[in-house]
């Protein structure tokens, strides 16, 4: 039986032939995004990108996690970004999860439970907030003077900024 993967596979390559050309690997705009999973984001028409401008970095929430910080380090330490954008957004997955809850379901179908927290939130604008404040501390990114905070509306498609 074909796969969601078998259907994707082939629609890759049907596009080879419209492949864009070869980009330099630092990004153009030298600009990290740092958004969530959520299949409504689709971050470069969000943000009118085209292939070798920005990287475009993703985990559930869009939080700013040690392996998300870990991303950002390489990002501008070897790959010459210099600014942030963290855009979380409205509708999350991970709103209001009932982490206890998660963990026990995890914890009652293997014996274990993961070395990791998921992140839930109960406010976006305050997760964003965590969120810039924690980029913004962490030592080892050299470039922390463009660090800025968004909420998208899936719903609308509004992209709201967090002012701190
Ligand atoms: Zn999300």
Known sequence: MATATDALLAAARAREAGFEGSRAVIPSMHVAIVTCMDSR????????????????????????????LRSLVLSQRRLQTREIILMHHTDCGLYRTDEPALLA?????????????????????????????????????????NVRGFVYEVETGHLREIVM
């Open 105 to 145: 379901e995890i914890a009652a179908d293997t014996g274990g439970v993961p070395p990791y927290a998921f992140g839930s939130f109960q406010n976006v604008d305050d997760a964003v907030r965590r969120a810039i404040e924690r980029v913004r501390e962490h030592p080892y990114l050299p470039h922390r003077e």
């Open 41 to 68: 984001i689709d971050t470069f028409r969000i943000f009118g990108l085209e292939s070798g401008q920005a990287h475009v970095l993703r985990n559930a929430g869009g939080l700013a996690s040690d392996d998300m």
